[in-house]
C-alpha cells in the first residue's frame, strides 16, 4: 500500500492547509486536461487523488483513529466524495470532470453537478440539475436550498440582462436626440 504523504510530499503531521497546498501544486502539474495524451501524468494524478482522498477521508496507510481529519479506517473513497473534495477546495472544472465520468446520475450526482455548473459560470445547468436532484429527493434540505439559490441568482441575472439589452430603433432615436440636445446646451 502506498503512503499518501510520500504521494503528496508533505509530512504525516502536515496541517490540513499544508495538504490542501500540496495537492493543488501536483494538480497543477499532472492534470490531464494539461498534460494530453501523457499516460505517464494520469497515472500520477490518479495516485495523487487517491492519496488526497486517503488523508482527508482517513483511510489506508497510518490512519489513526481519532486524528485531525476525522479518520475512517476501511472506507473507500467514491467519485462522488472526490468531486466532492474538488469542489470544497474550489476546483470547479475538476470536479466537472470527475462528474462527467459517473454513470449513476443519482440525486447527489445532480446537486453536485449544480453547485460545479454554478461555480463554473454555468447557471441554466446548475438550475437544471438543482431542479432534478430536488425532484429525486423532494425532502432533502440542502438540496431544496441550493435550487432556491440558484433561482434567485438566475432571475437577477435575467433582469440585469433586460436592462442592458441595446435598445430598439426608436428608442435609439430618442437616446441620439437627447444627446444632440445636451451638446447643444453645452456648446452655448
Not at 468531486?83 to 476546483?91: R, V
Request: charged share 20%; hydrophobic share 35%; aromatic share 10%.
Amino acid at each position: 500500500m502506498m503512503d499518501p504523504y510520500k504521494v503528496l510530499g508533505v509530512s504525516p503531521n502536515a496541517s490540513e492547509e499544508e495538504i490542501t497546498k500540496a495537492y493543488r501544486r501536483l494538480v497543477k502539474k499532472y492534470h490531464p486536461d494539461l498534460n494530453p495524451g501523457d499516460e505517464t501524468a494520469q497515472e500520477r494524478m490518479r495516485e495523487i487523488n487517491q492519496a488526497y482522498d486517503m488523508i482527508k477521508k482517513g483511510t489506508g496507510y497510518g490512519a489513526a483513529s481519532g486524528s485531525q481529519y476525522g479518520r475512517r479506517p476501511d472506507s473507500s473513497v467514491s467519485p462522488l466524495d472526490l468531486a466532492e473534495s474538488y469542489l470544497a477546495s474550489g476546483m470547479y472544472e475538476q470536479a466537472l470532470y470527475i462528474l462527467q465520468n459517473i454513470q449513476d446520475h443519482n440525486a447527489r450526482w445532480h446537486f453536485l453537478s449544480a453547485i460545479a455548473f454554478s461555480q463554473a459560470g454555468y447557471g441554466v445547468t446548475a438550475l437544471q440539475h438543482a431542479q432534478i436532484a430536488v425532484q429525486l429527493e423532494p425532502q432533502n434540505i440542502k438540496y431544496r436550498q441550493l435550487l432556491e439559490k440558484l433561482k434567485i441568482g438566475q432571475t437577477a441575472y435575467y433582469q440585469r440582462r433586460v436592462v442592458v439589452t441595446p435598445a430598439g430603433g426608436f428608442a435609439r432615436l430618442m437616446i441620439a436626440m437627447i444627446l444632440a440636445r445636451l451638446c447643444c446646451c453645452f456648446c452655448r
